[in-house]
């Protein structure tokens, strides 16, 4: 059974950086496309950043420059590395694997001074 878990958020000033970690389980990161969602209040779910199994990346260009997605494969753990965030960047992020559509449960980002 694959489970993801999300960790890493937090409350952060403007222009500051926060890691995000989405530990997996059940799967082997370095096979699967692995994508980064956020979603904020009363807003749909939004893709920010992908990784292939290629390791090619993609981003959202609200993102871009940003944010930088990687993985560490011994370690079976997906990253986000988010700097010069904006009060923008505030949602709740999830960690989504392909194929299978699995989702962890969330770690909430505030940007707020």
Do not use: H
Not at 24 to 42: K, T, V
Not at 74 to 81: I, M, P, S
Not at 95 to 106: A, E, I
């Amino acid at each position: 059974q694959v489970q993801l878990v999300e960790s890493g958020g937090g409350l952060v000033q403007p222009g500051g950086s926060l890691r995000l970690s989405c530990a997996a389980s059940g799967i082997r990161l370095s096979i699967y496309a692995m994508r980064w969602y956020r979603q904020a209040p009363g807003r749909q779910r939004e893709l920010v950043a992908t990784i292939g199994s290629n390791d090619r990346t993609n981003y959202a260009d609200s993102v871009k420059g940003r944010f930088t997605i990687s993985r560490d494969n011994n370690k079976n753990t997906l990253y986000l590395q988010m700097n010069s965030l904006k009060p923008e960047d505030t949602a709740v992020y999830y960690c989504n694997s392909q194929p299978g559509d699995s989702w962890g449960q969330g770690t909430q980002v505030t940007v707020s001074s």
